[in-house]
């Protein structure tokens, strides 16, 4: 998708390569493998940071379902023609070949009204060819939220047989577009099922509304399908729903154990202190496969955009080392409104390239080596030496190899975008 630019940063040049290499050939890493391996990594990226999670039903819906965008940086897609310029310049500004994740409120209606359950694969064929042209796969989610009949903060587990019929029907035809997409583009489509439901305060019945989901969730997935996966996201708590989350951690792991479903692990979806690294081996055990959904939480948000930490170096880490790269889906979810929007997307999925870069950077049979040696001091010793090795440098020759900006000269074109184009938005 990059035009041919120049690239002026001197590290694409031979000598930060060299160095890098030697660097990295001291500890037994290949860097050219590395990026290699990198290359071959699909980012599922999502579409709804570009315009605050609104989606393009014009139903005069506010966003809800325990969530909420803050700030109004001039420039946010209003048609999905622009959300997909918007991702078109993002993806032309990130090395490799992704993925784009559609939510079911994104489809193209012509001005009609369609109903949540009436939705059907024909809604969605110019994302499909706009996919198919750019060589993206495209993964998708029902969407349970914004919505007048889910405005009482429940859904698939609602009190109501009607309202859990609506919604049942809506997930049966998100897999369905979900099948047609995956089947239209060669590319298993993953359909994601993220629920809101639950209460601010303490639940008098914490039992009926997960019998519910329950018996929700089986009806929907009843259909086999080809070229579509199903997974199912948990949550800790959202706005509004602070005491009680029907689909809960453990309510979702028993759910793909028993059901042999993908879980999703979005990394804001959890007590702060608890290691979303860890849980991926150990969910592994017993799932076939994980979606990741990586986000940053913040105090009480848990969809800041993604940035080079600790967390998501630990992520990534897991994923590569674990040798579960073809049983993890990645995918980022995160929404902020206070910044140019293409640039949010950049800024998280750069990063998250980095940090599986710096996992794909690893020696790790060397540090296992001194695990089963019992010689935990030079594990700890080389760990720390890892840390400042020159990935850095690595991704620099990885960007200027992939032909887009490396350093952070993709950031001039962004203002460019932003003069030539978003600043023109009503
Ligand atoms: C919400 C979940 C969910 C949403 C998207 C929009 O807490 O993380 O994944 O962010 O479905
Ligand atoms: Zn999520």
Not at 16 to 31: L, M, S, T
Not at 162 to 179: L, M, P, S, V, Y
Not at 346 to 362: F, M, W
């Amino acid at each position: 998708m990059a035009a041919s630019r120049k690239v002026t940063h001197p590290s694409k040049g031979e000598l930060a390569y060299q160095f890098a290499k030697n660097r990295y050939a001291d500890f037994g890493v290949d860097i050219d493998l590395a990026m290699q391996r990198l290359s071959a990594i699909p980012i599922s990226i999502h579409c709804w940071q570009g315009d605050d999670v609104g989606g393009f039903e014009n139903s005069g819906e506010t966003l809800g379902g325990g969530i909420a965008v803050t700030g109004n940086y001039p420039g946010k897609a209003l048609t999905s023609k622009q959300l997909r310029n918007d991702l078109e310049k993002a993806l032309s500004l990130i090395p490799g070949k992704h993925r784009v994740n559609l939510h079911a409120n994104y489809g193209e209606f012509s001005g009609k009204r369609v109903d949540r359950d009436a939705i059907e694969p024909a809604h969605f064929k110019d994302w499909i060819d706009w996919a198919k042209s750019h060589q993206l796969g495209l993964d998708f989610n029902p969407t349970f939220f914004s919505h007048p009949k889910a405005a009482d903060g429940f859904t698939l587990s609602h009190k109501h047989k009607g309202t859990r019929k609506f919604w049942i029907e809506h997930g049966k035809r998100c897999r369905e577009i979900g099948a047609a997409m995956g089947k239209a583009l060669g590319s298993t489509t993953i359909t994601n099922f993220w629920i809101p439901d639950g209460y601010k305060d303490t639940p008098a019945d914490r039992v009926g509304p997960r019998e519910r989901l329950e018996q929700s969730l089986d009806e929907i997935f009843t259909t086999k399908l080809k070229n579509n996966l199903d997974a199912v996201e948990p949550k800790l708590f959202g706005i509004g729903s602070e005491s009680y989350v029907v689909g809960s951690s453990e309510f979702y792991l028993g759910y793909a154990v028993s059901r042999q479903k993908a879980l999703c692990l979005d990394a804001g979806h959890f007590h702060p202190t608890e290691s979303v690294a860890d849980k991926i081996s150990s969910v592994l055990q017993f799932v076939p496969e994980v979606l990741l959904h990586v986000s940053r939480g913040v105090r009480w948000d848990s969809d800041h955009v993604v940035t080079l930490t600790d967390d998501v170096i630990a992520i990534a880490r897991e994923v590569v080392a674990g040798g579960f790269l073809k049983r993890v889906h990645i995918g980022l979810d995160y929404f902020d409104a206070s910044i140019n929007r293409v640039a949010a997307w950049v800024i998280g999925t750069r990063a998250l390239q980095r940090a599986l870069l710096s996992a794909l950077l690893e020696p790790t049979e060397a540090l296992q080596q001194c695990e089963l040696d019992g010689d935990f001091t030079s594990r700890l010793a080389l760990q720390e030496e890892l840390k400042a090795l020159p990935s850095g440098l690595v991704w620099e020759v990885f960007c200027a190899q992939q032909n887009v900006p490396t350093g952070a000269d993709w950031i001039a074109e962004v203002r460019q975008y932003e003069a030539d184009v978003l600043s023109l938005r009503g």
